[in-house]
């Protein structure tokens, strides 16, 4: 069988992990230690990379933009300064963060509570922290405890200027095995990731206006992101640069890069700009994407 890039990434990690080469308890994602914007044209197809069709649509003219930001801050690092600064410097109006601490909370609270009045933040089972901060009021919140993978999730609904949305902060199995293998891992997570979506989106109303953002541990063919698919969701940094990368991790070989951090929409909702970060500390980078209220289809 001949394996994906990113799972031959994973097996090289591996191989050098069990000859000491990144130390035993070093891990491609949610380690005990821890481009440039991005305003490419959209593409109906991440495999559609033969042609360049317009770009995105403005904003229109007295729309209100939603811009989201998404970023697992690793938790060995979360509260350097230089993660606070990356989120500082793009000024989203909604701000999802994986991987939070005490410590981190205290950073991000210090910083930025006069810029974001509404926050969330919980600490969870090592690398399971959640953060949620917005410039709008948080109208709703649900903590979603694992019922299939490791790590929650937090369902919130804010009142933006473009009417209510519900957001979900996601933080997905990563691809390794109970034995700590990365290897099998790869092989036997694929259905818990979707598992762990379909658990989660039985919390979600279907008639609202839907982001679902974080670390997915999958690019944009994954399971997870297929589920979603299913119920009329899109991820959006796949169709504005499927080449992007959102995760770097330094091998003997040389940089890891694979796209593991998504925002994705439902209907209701127009994707104008989707950006990678390059900033912080984390081996993950901020992955921004601008929204707005989708105009309504004239009926025929």
């Known amino acids: ?5 990113w799972a031959r990434a994973l097996v090289a990690v591996a191989l050098l992990c069990s000859c000491g080469g990144c130390g035993s308890s070093a891990s491609p994602d949610d380690a005990d230690d821890p481009g440039s914007s991005v305003r490419h044209h959209p593409r109906t197809s991440t495999s559609s ?27 060995g690092v979360g509260e350097d300064p230089r993660n606070v600064a990356a989120v500082a410097e793009a000024d989203a109006d909604l701000v999802l963060l994986q991987e939070t601490t005490l410590a981190s909370e205290q950073a991000f609270r210090q910083v930025l509570a006069d810029r974001y009045p509404h926050m969330l933040f919980r600490e969870c089972c090592n690398a399971g922290g959640l953060g949620v901060m917005s410039k709008y009021p948080i109208a709703e919140e649900q903590y979603l405890e694992p019922t299939v993978g490791w790590f929650p999730a937090w369902r919130v609904v804010i009142d933006a200027p473009l009417g209510p ?24 997570t694929r259905d818990v990731r979707r ?19 974080g670390d997915f541990n999958e690019d944009a063919e994954g399971k997870a992101i297929a589920y979603l698919a299913e119920q009329g969701l899109h991820s959006a940094l796949p169709q504005v640069a499927p080449k992007a990368k959102t995760w770097r991790w330094p091998t003997r070989m040389g940089e ?24 912080g500390t984390s081996d993950h980078q901020p992955v921004l994407v601008v929204l707005s ?8």
């Open 49 to 75: 990379l033969s042609f360049d069709p317009p770009p995105l649509p403005a904003v229109p003219a007295g729309t209100p933009p939603l811009r989201v930001l998404t970023f697992n801050i690793n938790f």
């Open 256 to 279: 890891l890069r694979m796209m593991l951090d998504h925002v994705v929409y439902g209907a209701g909702l127009q994707l104008h700009a989707a950006e990678v970060m390059d900033r």
């Open 195 to 213: 598992d762990e979506m379909a658990a989660f989106w039985v919390a979600m109303d279907p008639s609202m206006p839907t982001i679902v953002a």
């Open 1 to 5: 069988m001949v394996l994906p890039r």
């Open 165 to 188: 949305v519900q957001v979900l902060d996601v933080h997905l199995r990563p691809p390794m095995s109970d034995g700590g293998s990365w290897v099998a891992g790869y092989f036997s």
């Open 293 to 300: 209220a989708a105009e309504p289809v004239a009926a025929r």
